[in-house]
């Protein structure tokens, strides 16, 4: 084809596909440039802006590392890191919710009860619950995965001050399906912002703010995996998070509790003397599919 226009350049692209492309690939590559073209002749694409576009991609390369995800916080931003979230989430479990750059595998494991505070000071936060199948039936044997911030706002891999795995743990349900630690209240904290996506935040007039969470990456054999975060219903930044992790289900109270309400069977047992939170929730999981 060498006629080429503005009109038939979209068609012409779908023809140039070989004959033993992957159907997959083919439908997700022909949905994407149709889309990506759409776009260019909706807003009229200046070249001047092409050259913006082509610069910020490749100023998120170059500050990207095995530590730094520029891409993925682009992803997150734009709403597609949840939008992908939200197509693969089965509505019978807990809705999955972004994991975010700050997992770091190999955590240690965090004893049924264990605490997570250490000498770390902030709010006492007591977090129990079960792993359930969707029917409410206990899971025993689920592996939790259990990360988050310390009261400084910080990830220990962002946080030269902190230990690697504090605020990681690995916790195994017991018979009843029920986890249970102690830990400091997560606090809100802003999303990178030093490269290219913060300039994107900042010419948007957004600010990069996520609401406090508890990250979760839960495993159990038969069933789906799921990554979530719950938040508690009192963060400010609850109905604005800037990578949109937020769903209905996702959401915590904490309970004001007197020292002499926290219970046995907790390794802080008998030692807590001021007061505390504490918050309850379950995790559903879906069981896996069979292969067809
Ligand atoms: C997080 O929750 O750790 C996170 C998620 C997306 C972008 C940045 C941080
Ligand atoms: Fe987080």
């Known amino acids: 084809m060498r006629n080429i226009d503005k009109d038939n350049i979209t068609d012409v692209f779908m023809s140039y596909f070989g004959p033993d492309t992957d159907p997959r690939l083919r439908q997700v590559m022909e949905s994407l440039v149709r889309h990506l073209h759409g776009f260019a002749r909706e ?9 913006t576009g082509i610069e910020f991609l490749e100023r998120a390369g170059r500050i990207s590392d095995d530590k730094r995800h520029e891409f993925v916080l682009l992803s997150d931003v734009l709403g597609l890191s949840s939008l992908v979230d939200m197509i693969n989430s089965d509505p019978a479990g807990t809705s999955s919710s972004v994991l975010g750059p700050f997992h770091i595998a190999g955590a240690p494991p965090l004893p049924m009860g264990g605490d997570m505070k250490r000498d770390f000071g902030g ?20 592996e939790l995965d259990i990360w988050q911030t310390a009261p400084n706002g910080m990830y220990s891999s962002q946080d030269p001050e902190q230990d690697l795995y504090s605020f ?13 630690f102690t830990t400091v209240r997560p606090v809100s904290y802003t999303v990178p912002t030093d490269g290219p996506v913060g300039d994107i935040l900042n010419a948007t007039g957004r600010h990069p703010w996520r609401p406090s969470h508890l990250h979760f990456i839960v495993k159990a054999k038969g069933f789906r995996t799921l990554v979530t975060e719950i938040f508690p219903d009192d963060d400010p930044y609850l109905d604005e998070d800037t990578v949109f992790g937020v769903r209905s289900d996702l959401i915590m109270h904490y309970d004001e509790c007197p020292p002499e309400a926290f219970p046995d069977g907790f390794a802080l047992s008998g030692k807590v003397k001021e007061p505390f939170l504490s918050a309850s929730f379950d995790l559903k999981l879906v069981p896996e599919t069979p292969a067809a």
């Open 43 to 51: 807003v009229g694409l200046t070249h001047a802006e092409w050259q």
């Open 123 to 142: 709010p006492l936060l007591l977090v129990r619950g079960r792993v359930t199948a969707p029917d409410g039936t206990p899971i025993a044997g689920a």
């Open 168 to 180: 990681h743990g690995i916790q195994t349900t017991g018979p009843d399906g029920r986890f249970g």
